[in-house]
Structures are given as structure tokens and as C-alpha cells.
């Protein structure tokens, strides 16, 4: 069984935090199998940052990890928030 990460969104504390050491943010999110159909690769990738709580997120990685009832689909998702920081160091 693979771990289900902090869910999300994450908080920007937490971006910060994780782009002063150097990390990738790492977030649980669920998405409603129905928003992704119909878009295209960009459009999901889009949506999965935005559900993490991160609006540019880069070097996206992510895995399903459940399934709800409803049509809601459990993913992991990681990647880059450096751009979403707010914390800078000199």
C-alpha cells in the first residue's frame, strides 16, 4: 500500500518551508474523476497543482493512490514550489 501524503492543500507555510530546505512539496489531494475528463494533459496537470494549493507547481509527479465513492480518485502529487514561495533568502 503506498503512503497517502498531507492533504491537501497545502499551506503556504508549509511551500515556504519546503523551498528554504531545498524540498519538494508533497500533498494528498482527490479529484473528481468528471474534471478530468474532456481536458488535455496541461489542463490536469493545472488542476492537480491548484487542488495541492500551489499555482505553479513544476516537475509534477503524482500517483492515484485510492478511490472514493462518487467518482472521486485519491492521487499523491509532489513536485517544485519554488516559484510559489514567498520566503527569499539573500
Known amino acids: ?4 501524503f498531507k492533504p491537501g492543500p497545502i499551506s503556504q507555510v508549509d511551500i515556504d518551508y519546503a523551498v528554504k530546505r531545498g ?45 472514493k465513492e462518487n467518482n472521486i480518485i485519491i492521487f499523491n502529487v509532489s513536485g517544485d514550489a519554488s516559484e510559489a514561495a514567498t520566503m527569499v533568502d539573500d
Not at 478530468?36 to 492515484?64: N, P, Q, R, W
Open 23 to 67: 524540498e519538494y512539496i508533497e500533498v494528498s489531494i482527490e479529484v473528481d474523476f468528471n474534471e478530468i475528463m474532456g481536458g488535455t494533459f496541461e489542463d490536469f496537470l493545472d488542476l492537480i497543482s491548484e487542488l495541492a494549493g500551489v499555482t505553479c507547481l513544476m516537475d509534477i509527479s503524482y500517483d492515484i493512490v485510492g478511490i
Open 1 to 4: 500500500m503506498m503512503e497517502i
